[in-house]
C-alpha cells in the first residue's frame, strides 16, 4: 500500500504552479502543475509546510488501485495505478478544470499511471477543497468510464504525506479503550480502528489531526530518507483504506477534515466545526 518503495529517487524539479487559500488562521496551498494536489498545509503566517512533497507521488492525493498491467515501476512489476500528482519519472497529471475564491477549490483533472506515466483518460478526479476557521475539508471524488473490471484492492482515502518531524501517531486501535501513542515502522504496517480520526505529532505534542468519516482501517509507515538530497525523503505516512474493486461506472466520493494543534484543540474544531459539514458524527 502506498508508495513503499518511494524514498531514494530525486529527479527533476517540474516547473510549478500554485495557488494559495488564507483564511488568517490556516493556510493551504495546490500544485496545479501536478493535478492540483494539496501540497501545503501551515497556519496562517507561517511558514512551515506539515505536508511532505518531495516528489509528484508523496502530497496529499487520490491514488487507486487495480490488476497488474504489465507495467514497469523502476524495474518492479506494476499494475493498473491512476495517481492525482503524476507519476515516477515526473510525467505531471492534467488538470482540465479549475476556480478559486476566497476560501474555496474546485478542481477536475485527469490522472496519470504511477508506472508509465500514461494518462488515463478512462478516470476522472474531483477536488473540492474549503477552510472553515482552522479545518480544511476536502472533497475527493473518483469516477471510473473504463470497460475492465479490477479486482477489490486496498484503496488509499487518501494517500497523506507528512512532514517527517511528525513521527507519534495517535489513533484507538479495534478492541481498545482509548488513544494509543506509537511511531511507525518500515514497511507499511496496516491498522484496524475503532475511530475514523487520526493524529501525527511532533515531540512537543502538536501536528495535524485527520478526520476521515467512516474510517475501520488505516495503513502507515515512516520513511528515513537518505542522503542529501534524498533527505528530503524523509516523511510520515498515512491512508485510511477501504477495500474496493473498481469496475465499470464506478463513482465514489468521499470527504476528509484536517486541522493543526494539539490533541485537545483537534478534537475540539472536529467536534464543533466538521461534524455539521460532514453531517456525520464525531466519536472522540
Known sequence: MGFSSLLLQAGPTPKEDWTYLDNGKIRVGVNRSAGATLGWLSLSQVDFNYLNRFDLGRYVQQSWYGDRDDSDWNGKPWRWNPVQ????????????????????????????????GKSLEEVTFRQTLELHDHVVAIEFEMTYHGEQSHAPRHQELPAIFLDHTLKHLHCVKKGESGFIS???GWPNENVKVDRDWFVFLNDAGHGIGIWAPGTEALTCYRAQGGGAPHHKGACSYLAPIKTMAIKPGFIYRYRVFFTIGSIPEIKHRFHKIAAPIAKAPFRP
Open 85 to 116: 500528482g503524476g507519476n515516477w519519472q515526473y510525467q505531471p497529471a492534467k488538470v482540465t478544470k479549475f476556480k478559486a475564491s476566497q476560501n474555496r477549490l474546485n478542481s477536475t483533472s485527469t490522472p496519470v499511471h504511477w508506472a508509465n
Open 182 to 184: 506509537f511511531v511507525p
